[in-house]
């Protein structure tokens, strides 16, 4: 009799002959831009907490408070058990930010895109996404069961070539796109996109989850930062990266959440958020507001990174997403374990990801001037210009 499971034991040997295994590193401090692992101190370029608010006390003690009020669980899905005045709240913050009339949490921001996505559309739709969005707009698309087309990256003309071809041949057309992507740092031409769905009339959902709390000035995300209308627009986003916290959202028109509420699965058929991240958001949401200047440090410590590094095979950017393109898989394992050694932590990225490899640096408000000057002596002692 053959074991129905060794193609698992195969399968993971060839991921390892072709360098995609991947493992996971245990940090053994709280969020920041220093970190510790196993005992040692790295300045941090890995994470998502691109204003330092993951480990901000006033998040963790709403955190604390909301755990001591509310419990650690919500208990079950909230059409069902109910939810607080919390998830309510979070949901108001969140519209407000925004500019929509309303707003929906989900359990993740990858939750947040399955659901939304195969609410809006099925079998006789077509969706048009970006060949570089995040891998939630393609699942997303791939389980709504409508036709997806990729077009290519940022490449508008693509995008209404495959407009013009096939948006008559369908009952509804939704055009999906991330608006800063997240393996590249580029932004999507958002004005440009929401012309073509007015012309089109197609629906358009943005993915926020590296703009939200980053872009634009007040931290509203790609509409603000490009001003542009948008009013149909659909915006999802996440609270696990600026935010500090974690869950996703959606905010856009009274109707659409409604709809959502009714038909979005994996919100329906999902516990609410627990009080403790739902808190934590909520105070990230605030504090967002109340120090514009943590944007600043950001946008600041970014072109300063951004001008030194210029002789490096960068990747062109707009966001606090850095990247130097690197010739392979294994080149950018090694110079990832390298700067490990040297004290800085920032992961090889590598097909199937991305295309072409490269190490990936995401820049934070809380880093110093010192972080960043390490950073690119280390890059000029291990990279060729
Ligand atoms: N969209 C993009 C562009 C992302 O980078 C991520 C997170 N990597 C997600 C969605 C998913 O968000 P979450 O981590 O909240 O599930």
């Known amino acids: 009799m053959t074991n129905p499971y060794q193609w698992i034991e195969k399968s993971l040997l060839t991921i390892h002959q072709v360098n995609w295994y991947r493992s996971v590193t245990t940090i053994d401090s709280l969020p920041g831009a220093e970190i510790s692992i196993n005992g040692q101190k790295l300045i941090n370029f890995a994470s998502n ?41 979070l949901e108001k913050a969140i519209a407000n930010l925004k500019q929509t009339e309303d707003a929906l949490i989900f359990s993740s921001g990858y939750l947040a895109n399955l659901g939304t996505i195969t609410a809006l559309v099925g079998q ?22 409508a036709t997806y087309l990729e077009y290519g990256h940022n490449n508008i003309a693509d995008l209404h070539n495959k407009l013009q071809e096939n948006r008559q041949k369908y009952r509804r057309c939704l055009m999906v796109s991330d608006s800063v992507f997240s393996m590249d740092g580029d932004l999507c031409p958002l004005p440009d996109l929401i012309s073509l769905a007015e012309s089109f009339e197609c629906m358009l959902l943005i993915d926020e989850a590296h ?66 991240d739902t808190a934590a ?21 970014v072109t300063f990174l951004r001008e030194k590094t210029a002789q490096f095979n960068l990747i062109s950017s707009n966001s606090a997403i850095l990247c130097v393109g690197l010739a392979n898989a294994e080149t950018a394992l090694n110079l990832a374990k390298t ?47």
């Open 339 to 385: 700067l490990k050694k040297e004290g800085i932590f920032a992961p090889a990225i590598r097909p199937p990801t991305v295309p072409t490899s490269r190490l990936r640096f995401s820049v934070m408000a809380t880093h110093t001037l010192n972080h960043l000057q390490q950073l690119i002596t280390i890059l000029e002692k291990n990279l060729i210009t």
């Open 124 to 145: 006789k739709d077509l969706i048009l996404g970006d060949n570089y969005n995040h891998s939630s707009l393609k699942n997303g698309a791939k389980l709504s069961g």
């Open 281 to 301: 958001a909520l105070t990230a949401i605030d504090i967002i507001k109340e120090e514009p200047q943590r944007r600043e440090n950001l946008w600041h410590n």
């Open 49 to 89: 907490d691109y204003l330092g608010l993951a480990g901000d006390k006033r998040l963790i003690k709403a955190s604390i408070e909301a755990t001591q009020k509310y419990g650690t669980g919500s208990t079950g899905s909230r059409l069902l058990s109910g939810h607080r005045d919390l998830h309510q709240t």
């Open 211 to 276: 703009a939200t709390g980053v872009m634009g000035k007040t931290g509203a995300g790609c509409r603000e930062y490009f001003d542009c209308d948008g009013e149909n627009l659909i915006q999802m986003g996440t609270l696990s990266k600026a935010l500090g916290s974690l869950g996703g959202y959606v905010a856009g028109s009274g109707k659409l959440i409604d709809f959502l509420r009714n038909r979005a699965a994996t919100w329906i058929y999902t516990t609410g958020l627990s009080p403790a």
